[in-house]
């Protein structure tokens, strides 16, 4: 056993003031700081202060030389043992970054290859094709022709796997093929266009390695095409999956927040894939299991699919009301074992890969997920009884949103298709389309950033996309709902207010990301103007890791602005910052935009739209 799990590191220090603008969060922070817990927010205080040299990027462990570090401030030597400089540090380091969260996309890409196949070759009941509608849609695009719809499913497949696994230098199909050309063009020239995803993994390995590749701009420029073959291949896999496997949604009426928690269920929180999440949701409904619960003295069972985001995950915990936690390997942090021993909840890991020292690891898979998810079921219901009374809090904070629909049900959700969108652009009723991705961060007062510039683009007519911790921010902060258009300008509530949707339209979790670029595609071919001219946006107010600095790339590659609100860890780099801010520009026609201020980077993004009015 390690060390990690018998020590208990409670430290004392106490949160002041409040980590976040949802109540909930700050009650329950509270009773853990009672308690003596220590949440992200505690732990993120012992780390105080955070080192300038990491801080800035310059801090090297590219090898056992090092570690190597240089002045941020320009005083002492300025490179590392070897003589790698600033750029070439930070470079390395952001490209690391950058293939740690696109392996991540792969894995689940691979989840929903290996539950296709399935489907494909009939060796599962659990899961159908359900929706050959949108398989036709896209193997159409990819020319690719079958007899029956499993034959083109399996023929899908086969063509993913391949452009996952090739090594060879012709560039990747799916870029080709679905990417605006004014897009590629600008790709071929400047040495941006991915080929498939084994190669540019491996080049990113190779590249960032000690001594290899010592050109700050050709690292960096490995780590976009590395983030463009993400959004083209790993989560385009993951999105187009998800459509064809589960089938398409329309916009619907979800509640978000920590009030959703009941005493009198058998509660079970799940952080996993949808394809899981299902299997999970159903079994919570076997009249056998509902029987089970209800002799254990609940009402029911309850499948809880995240109320919050990401940075949320350890407050189910601590209201003392949830059996099991079910996660994959969705930024799930190592210490929620730590805090479910304190109560009573069974921390349960289905990822087949990752492991989580302290949870109980049930593998799911395509074949055995209908069972395994009985398991789980079975699993919180007889952990029930074990509910320590003197620790119950039941919070009370519950937000209604809509909740998100596949690219079909948008469109199906505007009448057919994205035109009305393009004509409400065209008319100048609306200035510009943002969208607004990714994480919390504890760095920053917990979804003020996404909820202050959401607020300030709908004022201003700008017509707003969330997806990932992202969405679930505006489902919290009322901002995702039908009601709150009231808050919108004219040209925006003319736009929604006949369809009934909200200002802030929420597409989806982070793994299926790519939904933002389709929808941005199908809008911008409306509007009939090359892509690089389109008045859109994108935003990661609160990012911190891989998978979010990788579709702050691929926004940028794609010539759009591409804010970040959180630094990232290349201010003692003044080359990089030059080339993703300025540089960029020349290339893709995309910047970079850091800009910590939520009302200073919604002024930068309105400005923006304004010159690419169309
Ligand atoms: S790669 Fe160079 S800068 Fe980095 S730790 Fe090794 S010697 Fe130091
Ligand atoms: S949006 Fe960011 S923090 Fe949230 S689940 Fe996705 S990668 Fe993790």
Same mark, same amino acid.
């Given at each position: 056993?390690?060390?990690?799990? !018998?020590?208990?590191?409670?430290?004392?220090?106490?949160?002041?003031?409040?980590?976040?603008?949802?109540?909930?969060? @700050?009650?329950?922070?509270?009773?853990?700081?009672?308690?003596?817990?220590?949440?992200?927010?505690?732990?993120?205080?012992?780390?105080?202060?955070?080192?300038?040299?990491?801080?800035?990027?310059?801090?090297?462990?590219?090898?056992?030389?090092?570690?190597?570090?240089?002045?941020?401030?320009?005083?002492?030597?300025?490179?590392?043992?070897?003589?790698? +400089?600033?750029?070439?540090?930070?470079?390395?380091?952001?490209?690391? =970054?950058?293939?740690?969260?696109?392996?991540?996309?792969?894995?689940?890409? =691979?989840?929903?290859?290996? !539950?296709?196949?399935?489907?494909?070759?009939?060796?599962?009941?659990?899961?159908?094709?359900?929706?050959?509608?949108?398989?036709?849609?896209?193997?159409?695009?990819?020319?690719?022709?079958?007899?029956?719809?499993?034959?083109? =499913?399996?023929?899908?497949?086969?063509?993913?796997?391949?452009?996952?696994?090739?090594?060879?230098?012709?560039?990747?199909?799916?870029?080709?093929?679905?990417?605006?050309?004014?897009?590629?063009?600008?790709?071929?020239? @400047?040495?941006?266009?991915?080929?498939?995803?084994?190669?540019?993994?491996?080049?990113?390995?190779?590249?960032?390695?000690?001594?290899?590749?010592?050109?700050?701009?050709?690292?960096?420029?490995?780590?976009?095409?590395?983030?463009?073959?993400?959004?083209?291949?790993?989560? %385009?896999? +993951?999105?187009?999956?998800?459509?064809?496997?589960?089938?398409?949604?329309? #916009?619907?009426?979800?509640?978000?927040?920590?009030?959703?928690?009941?005493?009198?269920?058998?509660?079970? %929180?799940?952080?996993?894939?949808?394809? %899981?999440?299902?299997?999970?949701?159903?079994?919570?409904?076997?009249?056998?299991?509902?029987?089970?619960?209800?002799?254990?003295?609940?009402?029911?069972?309850?499948?809880?699919?995240?109320?919050?985001?990401?940075?949320?995950?350890?407050?189910?915990? $601590?209201?003392?009301?949830?059996?099991?936690?079910?996660?994959?390997?969705?930024?799930?942090?190592?210490?929620?074992?730590?805090?479910?021993?304190?109560?009573?909840?069974?921390?349960?890991?289905?990822?087949?890969?990752?492991?989580?020292?302290?949870?109980?690891?049930?593998?799911?898979?395509?074949? @055995?997920?209908?069972?395994?998810?009985?398991?789980?079921?079975?699993?919180?219901?007889?952990?029930?009884?074990?509910?320590?009374?003197?620790?119950?809090?039941?919070?009370?904070?519950?937000?209604?949103?809509?909740?998100?629909?596949?690219?079909?049900?948008?469109?199906?959700?505007?009448?057919?298709?994205?035109?009305?969108?393009?004509?409400?652009?065209?008319?100048?009723?609306?200035?510009?389309?943002?969208?607004?991705?990714?994480?919390?961060?504890?760095?920053?007062?917990?979804?003020?950033?996404?909820?202050?510039?959401?607020?300030?683009?709908?004022?201003?007519?700008?017509?707003?996309?969330?997806?990932?911790?992202?969405?679930?921010?505006?489902?919290?902060?009322?901002?995702?709902?039908?009601?709150?258009?009231?808050?919108?300008?004219?040209?925006?509530?003319?736009?929604?207010?006949?369809?009934?949707?909200?200002?802030?339209?929420?597409?989806?979790?982070?793994?299926?990301?790519?939904?933002?670029?389709?929808?941005?595609?199908?809008?911008?071919?409306?509007?009939?103007?090359?892509?690089?001219?389109?008045?859109?946006?994108?935003?990661?107010?609160?990012?911190?890791?891989?998978?979010?600095?990788?579709?702050?790339?691929?926004?940028?590659?794609?010539?759009?602005?591409?804010?970040?609100?959180?630094?990232?860890?290349?201010?003692?780099? #003044?080359?990089?910052?030059?080339?993703? +801010?300025?540089?960029?520009?020349?290339?893709?026609?995309?910047?970079?935009?850091?800009?910590?201020?939520?009302?200073?980077?919604?002024?930068?993004?309105?400005?923006?739209?304004?010159?690419?009015? $169309?």
């Amino acid at each position: 056993m390690s060390r990690f799990l !018998t020590e208990k590191p409670f430290i004392g220090l106490k949160i002041r003031g409040y980590v976040s603008i949802t109540p909930d969060v @700050n009650e329950l922070v509270r009773k853990a700081d009672m308690e003596k817990i220590d949440t992200v927010w505690h732990r993120f205080q012992y780390q105080q202060p955070q080192c300038g040299f990491g801080l800035t990027g310059v801090c090297c462990r590219h090898c056992n030389t090092g570690p190597c570090r240089v002045d941020p401030f320009g005083y002492g030597f300025q490179t590392g043992t070897c003589g790698a +400089t600033p750029d070439l540090i930070a470079s390395r380091d952001l490209l690391d =970054l950058v293939a740690h969260g696109v392996a991540t996309r792969l894995q689940e890409a =691979l989840i929903m290859l290996k !539950t296709a196949k399935a489907v494909a070759e009939g060796s599962t009941k659990a899961y159908g094709l359900k929706n050959p509608g949108r398989l036709k849609e896209i193997t159409d695009i990819l020319g690719i022709k079958a007899e029956t719809d499993t034959e083109l =499913l399996a023929k899908l497949v086969e063509l993913l796997e391949t452009e996952i696994n090739r090594i060879t230098d012709e560039p990747l199909v799916t870029a080709l093929k679905f990417v605006p050309e004014d897009v590629v063009e600008k790709w071929e020239k @400047n040495d941006l266009l991915p080929r498939g995803l084994a190669r540019e993994f491996f080049e990113a390995n190779y590249r960032s390695n000690m001594g290899t590749d010592s050109d700050p701009i050709s690292v960096v420029k490995q780590a976009i095409r590395l983030a463009i073959a993400d959004g083209l291949l790993a989560t %385009f896999t +993951t999105t187009i999956m998800d459509e064809i496997l589960l089938g398409d949604k329309a #916009p619907g009426k979800g509640k978000s927040g920590l009030g959703i928690i009941k005493p009198e269920n058998v509660n079970i %929180f799940i952080r996993v894939l949808p394809v %899981f999440a299902g299997k999970i949701k159903m079994a919570a409904q076997d009249p056998e299991l509902v029987e089970m619960a209800k002799k254990a003295g609940a009402k029911g069972i309850a499948v809880i699919i995240p109320s919050g985001n990401m940075i949320m995950q350890e407050l189910p915990i $601590i209201t003392g009301l949830t059996e099991v936690m079910v996660v994959d390997h969705q930024c799930i942090y190592p210490y929620i074992v730590e805090i479910a021993k304190k109560y009573h909840t069974k921390i349960v890991i289905i990822d087949p890969v990752a492991k989580l020292p302290g949870a109980i690891h049930m593998p799911m898979t395509p074949e @055995n997920a209908s069972e395994v998810a009985k398991e789980i079921v079975k699993l919180a219901i007889e952990n029930y009884a074990n509910r320590k009374k003197d620790k119950i809090y039941q919070p009370v904070h519950v937000s209604e949103f809509t909740t998100n629909p596949t690219l079909n049900g948008l469109r199906q959700a505007f009448g057919g298709s994205l035109k009305p969108i393009a004509d409400a652009i065209k008319r100048g009723d609306v200035k510009g389309v943002v969208v607004l991705h990714h994480c919390t961060n504890p760095k920053v007062k917990h979804n003020y950033s996404h909820y202050n510039i959401a607020k300030k683009l709908i004022e201003n007519d700008v017509l707003v996309f969330a997806m990932g911790c992202s969405m679930m921010a505006v489902a919290l902060t009322g901002l995702a709902k039908p009601e709150t258009l009231k808050q919108a300008g004219d040209g925006l509530k003319k736009l929604l207010a006949i369809y009934n949707l909200p200002p802030v339209i929420p597409l989806g979790p982070c793994p299926e990301n790519t939904r933002e670029l389709f929808v941005l595609y199908e809008i911008a071919k409306e509007l009939g103007v090359p892509f690089t001219k389109a008045p859109f946006a994108a935003s990661a107010p609160e990012w911190m890791n891989g998978k979010a600095m990788s579709a702050v790339l691929y926004y940028l590659a794609h010539g759009m602005l591409s804010h970040v609100g959180t630094v990232p860890q290349i201010a003692a780099a #003044p080359g990089i910052e030059e080339f993703l +801010t300025k540089e960029m520009e020349k290339i893709t026609g995309g910047r970079l935009v850091i800009e910590p201020d939520p009302f200073e980077a919604s002024e930068i993004i309105l400005k923006h739209l304004e010159k690419k009015k $169309i």
